[in-house]
């Protein structure tokens, strides 16, 4: 009894304590007593083991098969696949009969159950018993990180499914319970939209609770996402056993991806959230119903939206949003969120490289005036009476300016812009080579299938409307048969997006000509003249990405076909320009020598492309964006890099500065020494980094 009277007083030090300050330290004595006593007291007072249940609704969109289901198949929310129960799927009401009813479903879970989308309970057996007017599909997959895009995330509209499930939290906010009034099959117009359906709201009825918490009490999470939503109201977990009622609520969902089109007189909108956890529940039979959704014709249209995709019931503490990974500047205010349910109190602690951060002991981790050493993995430990639970790891990435050493730099001569400076990825150099009538000093020479060009970084200084390219090359022709030809030809000049249709892309064809592809489709064609004949020929490119506007090919000087654009088109910026090869595997890669690669900004007109031929002239340096003209080897050089996009990148003279802009500057940059460009900072305006904004 010594013991259980401990426990008595520490509990009462932490309530105080609560009052005064938000969560209390797990590392503080009382704490280290409580943790120690517990265990004693819950087996004098027989406390089943800790535990926690996901339940998901799942639904059998009986017109269009790839829709349904979605079994929760990995840890979502902080439960483990094998703690989630994926109910019985419930119809949607498309292609199902009939359309204008509620249905009714009913399921037992015990410690046997193993088949269906169901795991095993821990110990005891649930009833469930919900009622809905249909379930549906939604385009929302949730805000946690998914690794392709920022958050949130929307399926992409017009495919089935639209991407794969990559996460548990996917799996279960891609399905819901309706909430009987928004965008659902009706009487009358079963396959269409309808602004009030008026059926009843869903209702979920919970027994055997206390089989499974049978000396504990616990708290309950819920999920939403739905097709149509202003906003979430909230919705209620009543303890019928006691007659006791919490309200959940959803306090951010927003933003949601708008769809239209579909003849609403309000704003339809995919979105969904996940709800604060209700007060301590300790009854056998808990009913989970929403507040009433409605439709509020405007302006403005109002939209509350009261679904449920599934819920979590625990005890023992779970973090249900771990913080995200966020990368960092220098002085930068980072705050660090997540958010964790359980029977309360919880107490928290934040950890860097897994020790305890001194006084991070709330839901959200702040720091100021960011440095280097901020950088690292963080997560959240959380505790209670039941257990303890750590949070996904976060990593935070402190930005920094890196100088690495560079082999194969092809440098930039163009006289008066920016250097756009190449990487050479495996050509050899040539002092000169000569086909009997043209010598040309300085050229590279390409062996087609080792993808050994040049590449230069994008820059939007290629993002032009109209410009030109102008190369010479030498070739005996490509080889049908070369692994990795894609059999179509091979790259001279492209810009990739790894997208059929959409490279900017000129060819050395099979037959031994050239073609041009511009992105979109917008235009196609090929020269007249034969490059393939192993003799040095002079090659420009004229183009226009208007509508009225289109291409030319010019060869050794001369004018050889022209083609319009049949739509306007513009350039696959930022990716990198690949000279002799290209990443796509469409096309492949160049056999042959190539030398005076240029890019203008603008259309050169007969007479300019002419003396380029004759003379090898500049013609306009202000247009000249690039010339790589080979002169000398590929040198050893130095590469720039740094990750945050708003960062300038400045130089100076000497290292007290003046430090300068350097135009047009993108990471990876490099580095090309000369009197007023060798010690480099970068510019970066301080900003305030949330690592998880979708939180309560």
Not at 8 to 19: D, G, H, L
Request: with cysteine.
């Amino acid at each position: 009894m010594a013991k259980l009277e401990l426990h008595s007083k520490c509990e009462v030090r932490q309530k105080e304590s609560t009052m005064k300050k938000l969560h209390h330290s797990f590392n503080s004595p009382c704490n280290r007593k409580l943790a120690c006593t517990v265990s004693a007291a819950a087996l004098m007072l027989g406390v089943s083991s800790a535990a926690t249940i996901g339940l998901h609704f799942q639904v059998s969109y009986c017109a269009s098969t790839p829709y349904s289901g979605f079994p929760v198949t990995m840890t979502a929310f902080g439960v483990a696949s094998n703690g989630w129960e994926s109910l019985t799927p419930m119809p949607s009401g498309y292609g199902c009969s009939p359309v204008n009813s509620t249905y009714t479903l009913s399921e037992t879970i015990d410690t046997t159950t193993s088949t269906d989308g169901l795991n095993p309970l821990p110990n005891g057996s649930l009833s469930l018993t919900w009622t809905a007017a249909t379930a549906n599909y939604s385009g929302f997959f949730g805000y946690g990180d998914l690794g392709f895009a920022p958050p949130p995330y929307y399926s992409a509209p017009g495919t089935h499914p639209p991407i794969p499930i990559p996460s548990g939290e996917s799996q279960v906010y891609v399905t819901f319970l309706r909430d009987g009034i928004n965008f659902g099959p009706s009487p009358g117009n079963p396959g269409g939209p309808n602004p009030d359906n008026n059926q009843p709201p869903y209702v979920v009825d919970i027994t055997g609770l206390k089989s499974v918490f049978t000396n504990t009490p616990f708290v309950i999470e819920l999920m939403a996402s739905s097709d149509s939503l202003d906003i979430l109201t909230n919705a209620f977990v009543i303890d019928v056993s006691h007659s006791l009622t919490n309200s959940v609520n959803y306090p951010n969902i927003t933003p949601v991806n708008v769809q239209n089109g579909f003849g609403e007189p309000w704003l339809r909108g995919v979105g969904g959230g996940l709800s604060t956890a209700s007060g301590s529940v300790n009854g056998d039979h808990v009913r989970i119903t929403p507040a009433q959704p409605q439709h509020i014709v405007g302006p403005p249209a109002a939209n509350f939206a009261a679904t449920i995709s599934g819920f979590i019931i625990t005890d023992k503490p779970v973090v249900s949003m771990s913080p995200q990974p966020v990368l960092i500047g220098p002085g930068d205010t980072v705050q660090l969120s997540a958010y964790a349910v359980g029977v309360p109190p919880l107490a928290y602690q934040w950890r860097l490289g897994g020790h305890p951060i001194v006084g991070a002991t709330n839901l959200s981790y702040k720091f100021t005036n960011s440095t280097p050493a901020d950088g690292g993995n963080y997560d959240l430990m959380v505790t209670n009476l039941y257990g303890a639970t750590t949070s996904k790891v976060a990593t935070v990435t402190a930005d920094l300016l890196t100088l690495t050493r560079t082999n194969g730099v092809v440098f930039d001569s163009n006289p008066a812009n920016p250097q756009r400076d190449g990487l050479n990825m495996g050509a050899s150099w040539k002092a000169s080579d000569s086909d009997g009538s043209v010598t040309r000093t300085g050229v590279m020479n390409l062996v087609g299938t080792n993808a050994d060009g040049v590449t230069v970084i994008g820059t939007t200084n290629f993002n032009v409307a109209t410009g030109t390219i102008t190369f010479w090359m030498r070739s005996s022709g490509v080889d049908p048969n070369a692994t990795g030809l894609g059999g179509a030809g091979a790259s001279l000049f492209c810009q990739p997006t790894g997208q059929a249709g959409k490279d900017f892309l000129i060819l050395q064809t099979v037959g031994g000509n050239l073609n041009f592809y511009a992105p979109e489709n917008a235009n196609n064609f090929g020269s007249v003249a034969s490059v393939s004949d192993n003799l040095w020929h002079f090659v420009a490119l004229v183009f226009d990405q208007s509508v009225s506007g289109g291409a030319a090919f010019y060869v050794d000087g001369v004018s050889d076909s022209t083609n319009a654009n049949s739509v306007s088109w513009s350039w696959p910026t930022p990716n990198p320009i690949e000279i002799g090869y290209s990443s796509d595997a469409n096309w492949g890669d160049y056999t042959g020598l190539l030398d005076d690669v240029r890019f203008y900004n603008r259309e050169l007109s007969p007479t300019e492309i002419s003396s380029v031929y004759h003379s090898n002239a500049l013609v306009d340096t202000n247009a000249l964006q690039m010339q790589l003209n080979f002169t000398a080897a590929p040198d050893g050089g130095f590469t720039l890099t740094w990750l945050e996009g708003s960062a300038v990148l400045q130089s100076a003279p000497n290292v007290n500065g003046p430090f300068q802009d350097v135009p047009g500057a993108n990471s990876p940059y490099i580095v090309v020494p000369a009197s007023n460009h060798q010690f480099f900072r970068y510019r970066y305006v301080p900003a305030s980094i949330v690592s998880n904004p979708y939180l309560m």
